[in-house]
């Protein structure tokens, strides 16, 4: 007799056939479970590689048409093919790395590293006037958890062109206001260098930049701790690639 038939004999009010019809439930839906996630793996990391590439080109203001688009995939993949000419790993020193992909690198994972240690990624488009824009990958920490984004600096290494950021958790109409419009397009025309190029990157100020000022923004009203934590992140990330700046200015 085999184990099914066993097992359909077994007195069904019995501790046993209860534990064994459970213990069987949880094993199958184990097993579906791990076919659906294993199915459903090449379209999530589709997903996740667009909503990389669209916010790269966010940062330069080369989004127009996307969410009107039949397969946004295919569109996202011709937009960015078009527009990026160049990826390339650089490190702390500024020194070319080779056979590494830019694209996939986890910033994340790069900066827990030691600094010697980093591949760090620099995204090159070309725009339809011939102007050159370099895009450089920024992370750090909100008031709730991390928060991201993107940078595109014109081809003199100082001043901004364009920048979008993102958060994973940030308090609604406070912190995570930095993934809007209004916020982001502050940051267009500053600069990251002053008058002797020491190094001042941006600052987010509370109650209001100068409108003189060329290296600052206001800080979003009531998210002061996100706003710091975004002014960090901009300058930590964009020491990293110091050396980099400089041999492109020379």
Not at 3 to 20: A, E, G, P
Not at 46 to 62: A, H, Q, R
Not at 110 to 130: C, H, M, T, Y
Request: with cysteine; net charge neutral.
């Amino acid at each position: 007799m085999g184990v099914l038939d066993k097992f359909k004999k077994m007195d069904t009010n019995s501790n046993l056939y209860t534990f064994l019809y459970a213990s069987g439930m949880v094993i199958l839906v184990a097993v579906l479970l791990a076919i659906a996630a294993t199915s459903l793996k090449p379209a999530q990391q589709k997903n996740k590689e667009t909503e990389k590439k669209v916010d790269i080109l966010k940062s330069f203001g080369k989004t127009e048409g996307i969410d009107k688009a039949a397969n946004k995939h295919r569109f996202v993949d011709d937009v960015f093919k078009k527009f990026i000419t160049e990826q390339l790993v650089v490190n702390i020193h500024g020194d070319s790395i080779q056979g590494v992909d830019a694209f996939g690198i986890d910033l994340k994972a790069e900066l827990s590293k030691p600094e010697e240690e980093r591949n760090l990624p620099v995204f090159k488009a070309i725009l339809e006037d011939g102007s050159v824009k370099y895009i450089f990958p920024v992370r750090g920490r909100g008031l709730w958890g991390p928060i991201w984004g993107y940078i595109a600096l014109n081809d003199d290494m100082n001043t901004i062109y364009g920048a979008t950021f993102d958060h994973q958790g940030e308090t609604p109409g406070l912190g995570a206001e930095i993934n809007t419009l209004q916020f982001q397009k502050q940051f267009a025309g500053k600069t990251i260098f002053d008058n002797s190029h020491k190094f001042v990157s941006v600052q987010v100020v509370k109650g209001g930049a100068g409108k003189d000022n060329p290296h600052a923004v206001d800080a979003i009203s009531g998210g002061t701790i996100t706003s710091t934590g975004l002014q960090e992140m901009i300058h930590n990330c964009f020491e990293n690639y110091q050396a980099f700046f400089n041999q492109q200015t020379k």
